[in-house]
């Protein structure tokens, strides 16, 4: 798929962290092909970064993952077993410790699967590659893409670089002319400014500059705001954080520049939406998933945010709590086209046999024969503009579809 609008956290986070990605493939086997599994039970565990700069983004996929294995241990488990969450690692957003974390799901916590996973490193998804080890979760790193053994909550394939539909039908959409990019100097922010910048060359709008220059966490952006009033742009694209696309909104409309449309690719949060709604006041986003404003669209969100007020009243709703939820939901489909005779290669071989997955109706067909090396051929996303203080759908509804890297911007 193109870059996802959860993606930069990557980024960030890893600036913040400062660490390099370790070698994960050393380390023991993998303990059999029905590891933690028994007559009436079935042991998972996963990782998050619990702690570090972003923890609080991403320690919640667990609570999503969590409240689906609790609704169907209710409804009897699957098979007569239950699926037990044996363990919660942290990974506290530090590549070695990731690597380590991976491994002692494995070699010390005798889990079947690791289920969930979400951290902006994650060198320890080469360790669980190699050893075929099903795994789910977050899938914003390299390393969900190459195993046929690793599962994301929409996919696996991840393009980095490559050109995005998306971009040109939402300039064609809102009007755009030219555009400027900004993003951090960090590799993954770098790398997603390439792919936009090629694709809004691609559907034929004006690429005023592509600013890869800016320190994560700079305090300043009055010199870059000044180039896009010299310049003409009408709409801005970010490859940065929330601090950072919030700093650029804030500049521009000191600029008198508040009538420039800015798309960000990270953001759709109430949390964030609270803390700062004059900044975020006529941004556009793009979600993968049918937006939570319409959750009567689906009945798979429906039954999340049903199930989440049930289960977890006090966790904040957001896109990682989801992405848990899709994960377990896809665990559990797997479980039971594997049949009772249960391995990880069956599991492993039921899921990559789905070629429509869509978490009922949360998110656009996900396609498990081709996810693991190329994009699906059809992308569906969500767009979204704040108006009056909130997020609101926009264009079609739930989703817009259209081929994947599309020559020219689709009519649909």
């Given at each position: 798929?193109?870059?996802?609008?959860?993606?930069?956290?990557?980024?960030?986070?890893?600036?913040?962290?400062?660490?390099a990605?370790?070698?994960?493939?050393?380390?023991?086997?993998?303990?059999?092909?029905?590891?933690?599994?028994?007559?009436?039970?079935?042991?998972?565990?996963?990782?998050?970064?619990?702690?570090?700069?972003?923890?609080?983004?991403?320690?919640?996929?667990?609570?999503?993952?969590?409240?689906?294995?609790?609704?169907?241990?209710?409804?009897?488990?699957?098979?007569?077993r239950?699926?037990?969450?044996?363990?919660?690692?942290?990974?506290?957003?530090?590549?070695?410790?990731?690597?380590?974390?991976?491994?002692?799901?494995?070699?010390?916590?005798?889990?079947?699967?690791?289920?969930?996973?979400?951290?902006?490193?994650?060198?320890?998804?080469?360790?669980?590659?190699?050893?075929?080890?099903?795994?789910?979760?977050?899938h914003?790193?390299?390393?969900?893409?190459?195993?046929?053994s690793?599962?994301?909550?929409?996919?696996?394939?991840?393009?980095?670089?490559?050109?995005?539909?998306?971009?040109g039908?939402?300039?064609?959409?809102?009007?755009?002319?030219?555009?400027?990019?900004?993003?951090?100097?960090?590799?993954?922010?770098?790398?997603?400014?390439t792919?936009?910048?090629?694709?809004?060359?691609?559907?034929?709008?004006?690429?005023?500059?592509?600013?890869?220059?800016?320190?994560?966490?700079?305090?300043?952006?009055?010199?870059?705001?000044?180039?896009?009033?010299?310049?003409?742009?009408?709409?801005?694209?970010?490859?940065?954080?929330?601090?950072?696309?919030?700093?650029?909104?804030?500049?521009?409309?000191?600029?008198g520049?508040?009538?420039?449309?800015?798309?960000?690719?990270?953001?759709?949060?109430?949390?964030?939406?609270?803390?700062?709604?004059?900044l975020?006041?006529?941004?556009?986003?793009?979600?993968?998933?049918?937006?939570?404003?319409e959750?009567?669209?689906?009945?798979?969100?429906?039954?999340?945010?049903?199930?989440?007020?049930?289960?977890?009243?006090?966790?904040?709703?957001?896109?990682?709590?989801?992405?848990?939820?899709?994960?377990?939901?896809?665990?559990?489909?797997?479980?039971?086209?594997?049949?009772?005779?249960?391995?990880?290669?069956?599991?492993?071989?039921?899921?990559?046999?789905?070629?429509?997955?869509?978490?009922?109706?949360?998110?656009?067909?996900?396609?498990?024969?081709?996810?693991?090396?190329?994009?699906?051929?059809?992308?569906?996303?969500?767009?979204?503009?704040?108006?009056?203080?909130?997020?609101?759908?926009?264009?079609?509804?739930?989703?817009?579809?259209?081929?994947?890297?599309?020559?020219t911007?689709?009519?649909?």
């Open positions: 798929m193109g870059v996802n609008v959860k993606m930069l956290a990557i980024a960030m986070a890893v600036a913040v962290a400062g660490v990605c370790s070698n994960a493939s050393s380390g023991g086997g993998s303990g059999g092909q029905t590891q933690g599994v028994s007559g009436n039970e079935i042991q998972v565990g996963g990782m998050a970064a619990v702690t570090g700069p972003l923890g609080d983004q991403y320690a919640p996929i667990f609570d999503g993952a969590q409240a689906y294995f609790d609704m169907v241990n209710e409804q009897g488990g699957v098979f007569g239950k699926i037990k969450l044996v363990a919660k690692l942290d990974d506290a957003t530090d590549a070695t410790r990731n690597a380590s974390q991976a491994r002692a799901l494995v070699e010390q916590h005798h889990v079947f699967a690791v289920i969930p996973v979400a951290s902006p490193v994650f060198p320890g998804g080469k360790y669980l590659g190699d050893r075929n080890i099903p795994t789910f979760g977050w914003i790193n390299p390393e969900w893409s190459p195993g046929p690793m599962f994301g909550q929409d996919g696996s394939y991840i393009d980095f670089t490559g050109v995005n539909t998306f971009d039908y939402l300039g064609k959409h809102i009007g755009t002319k030219k555009v400027a990019i900004f993003a951090y100097t960090v590799s993954q922010s770098r790398d997603c400014a792919g936009a910048e090629k694709s809004w060359k691609q559907y034929g709008f004006d690429v005023a500059f592509n600013d890869s220059s800016l320190a994560f966490g700079t305090t300043s952006m009055d010199a870059d705001v000044q180039r896009v009033k010299d310049a003409g742009v009408d709409t801005v694209v970010t490859c940065m954080d929330v601090t950072g696309n919030t700093l650029l909104s804030k500049t521009l409309r000191r600029a520049l508040g009538n420039v449309k800015q798309f960000w690719p990270t953001g759709y949060d109430a949390k964030e939406l609270a803390q700062f709604p004059d975020y006041e006529n941004v556009y986003f793009r979600s993968g998933f049918v937006p939570f404003e959750a009567n669209l689906s009945p798979g969100l429906a039954q999340f945010l049903s199930e989440m007020k049930r289960r977890k009243p006090n966790t904040q709703i957001s896109e990682v709590v989801l992405a848990g939820w899709i994960d377990a939901d896809l665990f559990v489909k797997g479980l039971q086209a594997a049949g009772r005779d249960l391995t990880r290669q069956k599991l492993i071989n039921a899921i990559n046999a789905i070629t429509d997955y869509t978490a009922n109706g949360i998110e656009g067909p996900v396609n498990w024969k081709v996810q693991h090396t190329q994009a699906n051929p059809t992308d569906c996303d969500a767009y979204l503009q704040v108006q009056h203080g909130k997020f609101t759908p926009i264009f079609k509804q739930p989703f817009v579809c259209y081929p994947h890297a599309s020559p911007i689709p009519n649909v």
